[in-house]
């Protein structure tokens, strides 16, 4: 995903000139050749990302189209508040292009750890959220947010489907179980995940890789009694969405994504992915259980 959004990006400066790129380190080696040919678009500001936010929206209030790109800790949480008010108080927009997800570079400890990125973005206003699935969704997703006017969050990560599902962001049906089937949602690369878990379950199982806005209206029509969530950051960041999206419904929601507990270890990414139980195993057996704990219907 990263090698794609480079590509990306190299090209949109070159093809348009309202395109500007802000660095804090991260990813400016493989930038050189963009900052060379534009330099006066291309700027690194060294290890400081609260300047990195600062600066793009400087930028925007020009009228360039800014993309800032850092780790996703350093990005959202360090820079929270420089996103809050010099974007966001400023009334311009940016788009926000992070790597390591919730733990991709878990080796290198919790510094580099940021499964609450989404969560904080979801406290600011009218922010659209990617996160793909598959390298192969990167390109159109980052076109898309830097032709758009307002801000928009990329979320990147090493973790990835087998192939693009793609799509404009609406819920799209990967596994039909018929009306009235519990429903699955899962957001980008826990797609495969999830429907390996779900295989001989009758659950329908819907994608997308872009939770904000979530698509309501999709969800509202493919939900029956019972919805589980599986978002590949902090678990239940969309709860309150789902729920006030049904909330003239009776229904229950199983929200499950990286838990809240710190685990305090290192490990790789993949073991961060079992230890949360976002891989088929724990997977199934969170929905398996949620279901087996859905009450009788009456008559029966």
């Known amino acids: ?165 793609g799509g404009d962001g609406a819920l799209r049906v990967l596994r039909d179980a018929g009306p009235g089937a519990p429903l699955l949602v899962a957001v980008g690369p826990v797609a495969d995940a999830a429907l390996a878990a779900v295989g001989d379950l009758g659950v329908t199982v819907a994608y997308t890789h872009r939770p904000r806005p979530f698509d309501t209206a999709g969800l509202r029509a493919l939900a029956g009694d019972a919805v589980i969530l599986v978002e590949p950051y902090l678990a239940g960041t969309s709860a309150r969405v789902v729920s006030a999206a049904l909330a003239d419904r009776p229904h229950r929601l199983l929200a499950l994504g990286v838990g809240r507990e710190e685990l305090r270890r290192y490990g790789s990414a993949e073991d961060h992915t079992r230890w949360h139980g976002l891989d088929v195993t724990g997977l199934r057996r969170s929905v398996a259980g949620f279901l087996d704990a859905a009450p009788v219907p009456a008559g029966r």
């Open 1 to 165: 995903m990263r090698d794609r959004f480079i590509e990306t990006t190299t090209t949109l400066l070159a093809e348009d000139p309202r395109t500007a790129l802000v660095l804090a380190d991260i990813s400016a080696d493989a930038f050189t050749p963009a900052a060379y040919r534009h330099p006066d678009r291309v700027l690194n500001v060294g290890i400081r990302e609260q300047l990195l936010v600062g600066v793009a929206g400087g930028l925007a209030l020009t009228g360039l189209r800014p993309i800032a790109h850092s780790y996703a800790p350093f990005l959202i949480e360090r820079a929270y508040e420089q996103i809050k008010l010099d974007l966001d108080h400023q009334g311009v927009g940016a788009v926000l292009v992070s790597i390591g997800a919730s733990y991709d570079r878990a080796e290198s400890g919790r510094t580099h750890l940021s499964p609450a990125d989404v969560s904080l973005i979801d406290t600011l206003h009218g922010w659209t959220v990617h996160v793909p699935g598959h390298p192969d969704e990167v390109p159109a997703l980052l076109r898309d947010a830097v032709a758009a006017d307002g801000s928009a969050y990329l979320r990147l990560s090493t973790l990835h489907n087998a192939r693009p599902y």
